[in-house]
């Protein structure tokens, strides 16, 4: 049987608002954003031109890819956010950002990052866990920085807190490539009404 392929035009990348300490993650940022424009695909990302956020905007614009960028009013106030990108739609608050970053995009990266970044991220993966959306998620685990995240993510699995199914959702990948081919191959995982037996199992 075909393997089925999910066609990706827009990817969010949640990334940290700080640079990080090693400066091979905001080069990493940079070469991701130019890697998804030069395959054609656009970024959408938080807005500002700081840390690896800025980084990865501008990689993709340096490449000629489209960039939008969805931004609090509030960030955008303390002249944070970043004035070249393709769009920038100037929300309200953060839930309004997140729902129409999850909105605008087909699949999402996560890199290096602190807590808004872990926040995003595991809203993103508790939405496909409810099936509120069906789109791949992948961690690009540059240098290991995720190593130990990854390491959590099994642990909650195997104390039964979390569907293996569900902790096989998050791909990793070092590679940039290799990752932006698995989540065009990702297939959500078809549980039925496993919510549903969960109440019924409760009751
Ligand atoms: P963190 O991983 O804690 O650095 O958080 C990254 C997230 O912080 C972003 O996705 C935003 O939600 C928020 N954030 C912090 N500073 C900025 C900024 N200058 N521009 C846009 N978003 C920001």
Not at 151 to 179: N, Q, W, Y
């Amino acid at each position: 049987m075909p393997v089925m392929t999910s066609i990706l035009r827009r990817i969010c990348v949640y990334c940290g608002s700080n640079p990080g300490n090693d400066p091979a993650h905001k080069a990493a940022a940079h070469e991701l954003g130019a890697f998804l424009a030069k395959q054609g695909l656009g970024v959408v990302y938080g807005g500002g031109n700081v840390g690896l956020m800025g980084a990865v905007a501008d990689g993709a614009l340096s490449a000629g890819g489209e960039v939008i960028g969805v931004i609090p009013q509030s960030l955008l106030e303390k002249e944070l956010g970043h004035r070249g990108v393709t769009e920038l739609h100037v929300v309200r608050s953060m839930h309004e950002r997140k729902q129409m970053m999850v909105d605008l995009s087909d699949g999402f990266i996560a890199l290096p990052g602190g807590f808004g970044t872990l926040d995003e991220l595991f809203e993103t993966l508790t939405w496909l866990q409810l099936a509120f959306h069906n789109k791949p998620v992948g961690l690009l685990n540059l240098g290991g920085f995720f190593d130990g995240l990854v390491d959590f993510i099994h642990h909650m699995s195997h104390a039964g807190f979390l569907k293996p199914e569900h902790a096989r959702c998050v791909l990793v990948e070092s590679d940039p490539a290799t990752l932006l081919g698995r989540m065009r191959a990702f297939q959500p995982p078809d549980l039925g009404k496993w919510i549903e037996k969960l109440a019924a199992e409760a009751r």
